[in-house]
């Protein structure tokens, strides 16, 4: 048999790997600052790996039908595809292991992609009938139209500014210009900033989840292997928009040493910023990205069209 | 399979391990009880260090923390909850109240030990147990899970119709569905 | 006999034969129809694109008949989806009354379409458009008279179309001398600038009205929704196409030989148009709590995206147009008979009373929900692809606001996407619907077999390309560069559908075997009352539903942009009118010494005048 086909199959292995371990470490990292930001002691960083293998291992008695299997299948397919599609290294160091479907999509192609698992999640979490997972839903999405724009304005200030929408033709632009996207464009890269803590779900965005307020939102049906299954997924997702920013805005990472550098530092905005908020209401947090951060990705956009 | 054994040891070890490290708690704070949680829970004694965390729904917790007296009212509710989380499940009873019904003793509808009703794995006595006491509870239920002695669940499964008797004699208006797993 | 007759006599005869038919059983009239749609569909497969013309000379003006390879792809649609949704009306008609009358319209729609598509000069296109208008009217007043004032509006708006477009064709005959449309297209850079834009202006309204584009849409979401729904799977599907069927030929073939350059401006106010068309109308979907009027705005909305992606004109453009027209023509086909399946078995489409579905009519939902992934634009269905095109069309020719209001109005598409299965379909179970069954196999079968067409296209979009490219040379855009399954735009950007769509059916595979077949021998059901609500015992008459107000943050949040409905101008524009008009009335007093003054008032100002006047 052709052995470039093991190959590959070997690198998708490897992709998933990386995302999961690297996704769950990150989860566990964030329990930790935000407990030491709390000044307390906290959990220990591999925590989460703990709790993932213990969801694997409960026993799952229920369903309430089909789509309660499948909302967490949609889920999982929705970030481990957006994960094949994504350069995970960009290309001037050795990236041969993580190319997988990498010049076969791009970034229209992810932004759909990545919306797929939240609404089959959503799909799930309504054939459980539960009220709090159906009022979740109805927020989260109602949310996602509010951060979309502001991060639709960001990529659009800079596809046109590299003339591509391919997301390793960004990472060639920058590495051409010897530049990151976030010097050449900051109005850009602010709004997708101000996007990101949307879409990382952290305080005070976090009204889908809402805890103390609606049980566990989506997920409050959903025990056991399910559960596993979505925090599995969310694990990768998190890795998957990191990896993400940092490609078409910080120039890629030529090793993994850089990748963990700039995806942590990346990550610490949302979190930190999430520690010491409070909770917005759904229209509040609509509103907030149709306010300021659009302002900026228009700015973005003019900036691109008019000066460059 | 001849390590068939074997295999299925190392793979209850990892499971007991990551159980033991993993413990989701849905308290149910009913009487004064509640009030320690908070503390227990927040920067002062901060539990999550041992990776105990709360959880909103019984169908994602493990360990269901009943804090303080139990109203028949309530009972049921304590039962419902209990019911509708998924094995391996523990119980932790808080306070003498669960034990022998505490200050409660002689009054007409609180009962006064959880262990018929529900089975209990760990209780924590005092009136009211400090944080302190809490957590040794809880690291005393991470021992039971460690060495695979917390089965208050499989109990509760064999001994059904003797829980499902008690519940019954104290619980007027019975409407609960069946036990389904 | 020739083949393009041969199709209009037997949809013709099909509509008399169907009223007659209503004498003997009701039923046979729906099967009439179903069999000459069907057949007609047969003689349309088998006939090859762009043959047979067929000349009528009467008098001094030549009629023409024939097939190009823009209208066969237009006309494979028609037929297609009909020739579906005619199965399907043979059940969901069942037991209602005046079938004749309904079913001698419905193949008369048909007819009408397939007339006008097949019209090469504009007397034939008018006269068939007409026949659609009237028959289509006829099936909106269907439902009885409480229903006439929304016909009245679609009269009203129609009639503004089809003078619109008889104006239009009355100064083409007096300029160039001929009513054929080829002749139109050589000889538009003859003429002189004003005429240009007069012509294009006027074209322009007549089909933006059928395509629902932005002031002239209002009659468009009513329409749709109080039909019967096996109708409106034609009429937003098909129906609402010739509008984009004309617009291509104006947009794309006129507007390309003019030598004025403003006509750029009207393409851009018409792409504008379309994509705040898309915002509004989505966002009234949003708001609906009914299942039929959500859908009729959506398709509003969806018809925006088409009309965006004509306007801009460029080949990636044009052709994510076409590709996304025949999409909804497909999965709105669908979506309009999952609801009416719903109606039929259960009475209502209210969204808020519906729920749980989902366990009762299983091959309805897997439909709908095919076809909602496609209309989300959610690969790897066939939406994707449309979708796909149109961004990279936009931000490829600098619309880079443009991109940002169809991006806007696509992701709110999701809030009634979800909403719609929620609805209908998830949810707490009611015992109202507890015998509820799955609607018989005639009407599930049409709808599967759309669905499953979806996620072909999904997969090898080349198979819709080639008729599109063929379209797109003949209407004038040079050869256009198509793919089997890999999508490209000019800056060199590509997606490969194929390796998309193995990737979600492996991982999916995977998760599916391990979550939904090793998994649930494991799990029994339980219903939807026994969930997490703290511990209390939900009552079998205790309503757990969330389906109220469902969206009502985001209501709120959008709440300054839904204050004013086009209806509240076009209320406005009427009182106005009747004011002028009531002036005007007091001129007319009654009394006959106010009528001398006024002769001898003229009479002063011609003595006054009459100088400036006469010399």
Same mark, same amino acid.
């Given at each position: 048999?052709?052995?470039?086909?093991?190959?590959?199959?070997?690198?998708?292995?490897?992709?998933?790997?990386?995302?999961?371990?690297?996704?769950?470490?990150?989860?566990?990292l964030v329990r930790k600052v935000t407990a030491r930001i709390q000044n307390r002691v906290g959990p220990p960083f591999y925590q989460n790996f703990f709790d993932i293998v213990k969801l694997y291992s409960k026993t799952t008695a229920i369903n309430h039908g089909w789509m309660q299997h499948l909302g967490?299948?949609?889920?999982?397919?929705?970030?481990?595809?957006?994960?094949?599609?994504?350069?995970?290294?960009?290309?001037?160091?050795?990236?041969?292991?993580?190319?997988?479907?990498?010049?076969?999509?791009? $970034?229209?192609?992810?932004?759909?992609?990545?919306?797929?698992?939240?609404?089959?999640?959503?799909?799930?979490?309504?054939?459980?009938?539960?009220?709090?997972?159906?009022?979740?839903?109805?927020?989260?999405?109602?949310?996602?139209?509010?951060?979309?724009?502001?991060?639709?304005?960001?990529?659009?200030?800079?596809?046109?500014? @590299?003339?591509?929408?391919?997301?390793?033709?960004?990472?060639?632009?920058?590495?051409?210009?010897?530049?990151?996207?976030?010097?050449?464009?900051?109005?850009?890269?602010?709004?997708?900033?101000?996007?990101?803590?949307?879409?990382?779900?952290?305080?005070?965005?976090?009204?889908?989840?809402?805890?103390? &307020?609606?049980?566990?939102?989506?997920?409050? &049906?959903?025990?056991?292997?399910?559960?596993?299954?979505?925090?599995?997924?969310? @694990?990768?997702?998190?890795?998957?928009?990191?990896? $993400?920013?940092?490609?078409?805005?910080?120039?890629?990472?030529?090793?993994?040493?850089?990748?963990?550098?700039?995806?942590?530092?990346?990550?610490?905005?949302?979190?930190?910023?999430?520690?010491?908020?409070?909770?917005?209401?759904?229209?509040?947090?609509?509103?907030?990205?149709?306010?300021?951060?659009? @302002?900026?990705?228009?700015?973005?956009?003019?900036?691109?069209?008019?000066?460059? | 399979?001849?390590?068939?054994?074997?295999?299925?040891?190392?793979?209850?070890?990892?499971?007991?391990?990551?159980?033991?490290?993993? /413990?989701?708690?849905?308290?149910?704070?009913?009487?004064?009880?509640?009030?320690?949680?908070?503390?227990?829970?927040?920067?002062?004694?901060?539990?999550?260090?041992?990776?105990?965390?709360?959880? =909103?729904?019984?169908?994602?917790?493990?360990?269901?923390?009943?804090?303080?007296? /139990?109203?028949?009212?309530?009972?049921?509710?304590?039962?419902? =909850?209990?019911?509708?989380?998924?094995?391996?499940?523990?119980?932790?009873?808080?306070?003498?109240?669960?034990?022998?019904?505490?200050?409660?003793?002689?009054?007409?509808?609180?009962?006064?030990?959880?262990?018929?009703?529900?089975?209990?794995?760990?209780?924590?006595?005092?009136?009211?147990?400090?944080?302190? =006491?809490?957590?040794?509870?809880?690291?005393?239920?991470?021992? /039971?899970?460690?060495?695979?002695?917390?089965?208050?669940?499989?109990?509760?499964?064999?001994?059904?119709?003797?829980?499902?008797?008690?519940?019954?004699?104290?619980?007027?208006?019975?409407?609960?569905?069946?036990?389904?797993w | 006999m020739n083949s393009l007759l041969l199709i209009i006599l037997i949809l013709l005869g099909g509509a008399v034969l169907a009223y007659l038919a209503k004498r003997i059983t009701p039923m046979l009239s729906s099967i009439v129809s179903f069999l000459a749609i069907s057949s007609a569909t047969a003689?349309?497969?088998?006939?090859?694109?762009?043959?047979?013309?067929?000349?009528?000379? +009467?008098?001094?003006?030549?009629?023409?008949?024939? %097939?190009?390879?823009?209208?066969?792809?237009?006309?494979?649609?028609?037929?297609?989806?009909?020739?579906?949704?005619?199965?399907?009306?043979?059940?969901?008609?069942? !037991?209602?009354?005046?079938?004749?009358?309904?079913?001698?319209?419905?193949?008369?729609?048909?007819?009408?379409?397939? !007339?006008?598509?097949?019209?090469?000069?504009?007397?034939?296109?008018?006269?068939? *458009?007409?026949?659609?208008? *009237?028959?289509?009217?006829?099936?909106?007043?269907?439902?009885?008279? #409480?229903? !006439?004032?929304?016909?009245?509006?679609?009269?009203?708006?129609?009639?503004?179309?089809?003078?619109?477009?008889?104006?239009?064709?009355?100064?083409?005959?007096?300029?160039?001398?001929?009513?054929?449309?080829?002749?139109?297209?050589?000889?538009?850079?003859?003429?002189?600038?004003?005429?240009?834009? %007069?012509?294009?202006?006027?074209?322009?309204?007549?089909?933006?009205?059928?395509?629902?584009?932005?002031?002239?849409?209002?009659?468009?979401?009513?329409?749709?929704?109080?039909?019967?729904?096996?109708?409106?799977?034609?009429?937003?599907?098909?129906?609402?196409?010739?509008?984009?069927?004309?617009?291509?030929?104006?947009?794309?073939?006129?507007?390309?030989?003019?030598?004025?350059?403003?006509?750029?401006?009207?393409?851009?106010?018409?792409? *504008?148009?379309?994509? +705040?068309?898309?915002?509004?109308?989505?966002?009234?979907?949003?708001?609906?709590?009914?299942?039929?009027?959500?859908?009729?705005?959506?398709?509003?909305?969806?018809?925006?995206?088409?009309?965006?992606?004509?306007?801009?004109?460029?080949?990636?453009?044009?052709?994510?147009?076409?590709?996304?027209?025949?999409?909804?023509?497909?999965?709105?086909?669908?979506?309009?008979?999952?609801?009416?399946?719903?109606?039929?078995?259960?009475?209502?489409?209210?969204?808020?009373?519906?729920?749980?579905?989902?366990?009762?009519?299983?091959?309805?939902?897997?439909?709908?929900?095919?076809?909602?992934?496609?209309?989300?634009?959610?690969?790897?269905?066939?939406?994707?692809?449309?979708?796909?095109? %149109?961004?990279?069309?936009?931000?490829?020719?600098?619309?880079?606001?443009? +991109?940002?209001?169809?991006?806007?109005?696509?992701?709110?598409?999701?809030?009634?996407?979800?909403?719609?299965?929620?609805?209908?379909?998830?949810?707490? #179970?009611?015992?109202?619907?507890?015998?509820?069954?799955?609607?018989?196999?005639?009407?599930?079968?049409?709808?599967?077999?759309?669905?499953?067409?979806?996620?072909?296209?999904?997969?090898?979009?080349?198979?819709?390309?080639?008729?599109?490219?063929?379209?797109?040379?003949?209407?004038?855009?040079?050869?256009?560069?198509?793919?089997?399954?890999?999508?490209?735009?000019? *800056?060199?950007?590509?997606?490969?559908?194929?390796?998309?769509?193995?990737?979600?059916?492996?991982?999916?595979?995977?998760?599916?075997?391990f979550l939904g077949l090793k998994n649930r021998k494991k799990t029994r059901y339980v219903t939807t009352k026994d969930i997490h609500t703290g511990g209390e015992i939900p009552t079998e008459n205790e309503n757990l539903t969330y389906a109220v107000d469902f969206y009502k943050p985001f209501e709120r949040?959008?709440?300054?942009?839904?204050?004013?409905?086009?209806?509240?101008?076009?209320?406005?524009? !009427?009182?106005?009118? #009747?004011?002028?008009?009531?002036?005007?009335?007091?001129?007319?007093?009654?009394?006959?010494?106010?009528?001398? %003054?006024?002769?001898?008032?003229?009479?002063?100002?011609?003595?006054?005048?009459?100088?400036?006047?006469?010399?």
């Amino acid at each position: 048999m052709d052995n470039s086909i093991w190959i590959s199959i070997l690198g998708f292995l490897a992709t998933i790997t990386l995302a999961f371990v690297v996704g769950v470490f990150y989860g566990g990292l964030v329990r930790k600052v935000t407990a030491r930001i709390q000044n307390r002691v906290g959990p220990p960083f591999y925590q989460n790996f703990f709790d993932i293998v213990k969801l694997y291992s409960k026993t799952t008695a229920i369903n309430h039908g089909w789509m309660q299997h499948l909302g967490p299948a949609f889920a999982i397919t929705a970030s481990v595809t957006s994960l094949m599609f994504i350069p995970i290294l960009n290309g001037q160091g050795d990236m041969m292991w993580f190319e997988n479907l990498n010049f076969k999509g791009d $970034l229209i192609f992810l932004l759909y992609m990545m919306v797929f698992g939240s609404l089959g999640m959503a799909l799930g979490a309504g054939q459980t009938g539960n009220p709090y997972s159906a009022i979740g839903v109805s927020r989260g999405l109602s949310q996602m139209v509010g951060y979309e724009i502001p991060w639709v304005l960001a990529l659009v200030a800079i596809m046109m500014q @590299a003339e591509t929408t391919s997301i390793t033709g960004l990472i060639d632009y920058q590495n051409a210009n010897d530049t990151w996207m976030m010097f050449e464009s900051p109005l850009a890269f602010i709004a997708g900033l101000l996007a990101m803590l949307g879409m990382f779900h952290y305080a005070p965005f976090d009204v889908p989840f809402a805890p103390a &307020e609606l049980a566990s939102g989506p997920a409050s &049906e959903f025990g056991g292997k399910y559960l596993a299954l979505m925090m599995t997924s969310g @694990a990768i997702m998190a890795f998957v928009k990191l990896v $993400l920013f940092v490609d078409i805005f910080m120039g890629g990472a030529s090793n993994l040493v850089m990748l963990l550098v700039k995806t942590f530092l990346l990550y610490m905005v949302p979190v930190l910023y999430g520690v010491v908020s409070p909770r917005y209401r759904t229209e509040q947090s609509i509103r907030y990205f149709w306010g300021w951060p659009t @302002a900026i990705g228009v700015l973005g956009v003019l900036y691109v069209v008019f000066i460059r | 399979m001849p390590n068939d054994k074997k295999s299925q040891k190392i793979v209850d070890i990892i499971q007991n391990a990551a159980r033991k490290h993993s /413990l989701f708690v849905l308290a149910y704070g009913t009487g004064c009880g509640a009030i320690e949680i908070p503390p227990t829970m927040t920067s002062r004694y901060d539990a999550e260090r041992f990776g105990i965390r709360g959880m =909103a729904t019984p169908r994602q917790a493990d360990v269901l923390l009943v804090t303080g007296y /139990l109203a028949t009212k309530t009972l049921k509710r304590v039962i419902r =909850a209990y019911e509708q989380m998924q094995d391996p499940k523990y119980v932790i009873g808080f306070g003498s109240c669960t034990i022998n019904g505490g200050m409660y003793w002689d009054s007409y509808n609180t009962i006064k030990l959880l262990d018929k009703y529900i089975p209990v794995d760990v209780y924590i006595n005092g009136c009211m147990p400090r944080p302190e =006491a809490v957590i040794e509870g809880f690291i005393e239920l991470q021992g /039971l899970i460690k060495d695979g002695k917390a089965n208050g669940a499989t109990k509760y499964k064999e001994n059904i119709d003797w829980y499902r008797a008690n519940q019954k004699k104290v619980i007027k208006n019975w409407n609960m569905p069946d036990y389904n797993w | 006999m020739n083949s393009l007759l041969l199709i209009i006599l037997i949809l013709l005869g099909g509509a008399v034969l169907a009223y007659l038919a209503k004498r003997i059983t009701p039923m046979l009239s729906s099967i009439v129809s179903f069999l000459a749609i069907s057949s007609a569909t047969a003689v349309f497969f088998t006939m090859t694109s762009s043959t047979d013309i067929v000349e009528v000379n +009467i008098r001094n003006f030549t009629l023409e008949f024939g %097939l190009n390879a823009y209208s066969w792809l237009f006309g494979a649609m028609v037929m297609g989806v009909s020739a579906l949704v005619s199965l399907y009306n043979i059940a969901y008609m069942k !037991g209602k009354d005046r079938l004749g009358y309904f079913n001698s319209n419905f193949t008369l729609v048909v007819m009408a379409m397939m !007339g006008i598509l097949f019209s090469n000069d504009w007397i034939s296109f008018f006269i068939f *458009w007409e026949i659609m208008t *009237w028959s289509s009217f006829l099936i909106i007043v269907y439902n009885g008279i #409480e229903e !006439g004032k929304i016909g009245t509006k679609y009269m009203i708006f129609s009639a503004v179309g089809g003078y619109a477009m008889l104006m239009a064709i009355v100064i083409t005959n007096s300029q160039i001398n001929s009513f054929l449309i080829s002749d139109l297209i050589s000889s538009f850079a003859g003429l002189d600038m004003g005429m240009q834009s %007069l012509l294009g202006l006027l074209f322009m309204i007549a089909f933006s009205v059928k395509a629902a584009v932005m002031p002239l849409h209002v009659w468009a979401p009513r329409a749709y929704s109080d039909s019967p729904m096996s109708f409106t799977a034609i009429f937003s599907g098909l129906l609402s196409k010739m509008g984009v069927f004309g617009l291509g030929i104006v947009l794309i073939s006129v507007f390309a030989k003019s030598t004025n350059s403003n006509i750029i401006v009207y393409t851009e106010i018409l792409a *504008w148009l379309g994509a +705040i068309t898309g915002v509004m109308a989505t966002f009234y979907a949003v708001i609906q709590t009914d299942a039929k009027r959500l859908l009729a705005y959506s398709s509003v909305a969806q018809l925006g995206y088409i009309v965006v992606g004509l306007a801009i004109g460029t080949k990636l453009s044009v052709m994510a147009a076409i590709f996304m027209a025949v999409m909804h023509a497909i999965f709105k086909g669908t979506l309009f008979m999952a609801v009416g399946a719903v109606e039929r078995q259960t009475g209502t489409t209210d969204m808020t009373k519906l729920g749980a579905l989902v366990r009762k009519m299983p091959w309805t939902f897997v439909a709908a929900l095919m076809s909602i992934i496609a209309l989300a634009g959610i690969p790897p269905l066939g939406g994707f692809i449309g979708k796909w095109m %149109l961004y990279e069309s936009l931000i490829t020719s600098d619309h880079y606001f443009l +991109i940002v209001m169809t991006f806007l109005s696509s992701t709110a598409a999701f809030l009634y996407s979800y909403r719609f299965l929620f609805g209908i379909f998830l949810g707490q #179970e009611e015992k109202e619907f507890e015998n509820v069954k799955e609607a018989p196999a005639t009407m599930v079968i049409p709808m599967m077999i759309l669905a499953a067409s979806l996620f072909f296209f999904g997969m090898f979009p080349g198979y819709l390309f080639e008729p599109i490219a063929n379209s797109m040379e003949f209407l004038g855009m040079g050869q256009v560069d198509w793919s089997m399954t890999v999508l490209s735009n000019q *800056w060199g950007d590509q997606v490969d559908t194929l390796s998309i769509v193995n990737s979600i059916i492996t991982i999916f595979g995977i998760a599916f075997i391990f979550l939904g077949l090793k998994n649930r021998k494991k799990t029994r059901y339980v219903t939807t009352k026994d969930i997490h609500t703290g511990g209390e015992i939900p009552t079998e008459n205790e309503n757990l539903t969330y389906a109220v107000d469902f969206y009502k943050p985001f209501e709120r949040a959008i709440e300054p942009a839904m204050r004013r409905k086009m209806d509240f101008y076009y209320n406005k524009f !009427g009182n106005g009118l #009747e004011s002028l008009f009531e002036f005007v009335r007091r001129i007319y007093t009654g009394n006959g010494q106010t009528y001398a %003054l006024y002769v001898i008032i003229f009479l002063v100002i011609l003595i006054l005048f009459s100088e400036q006047i006469f010399l």
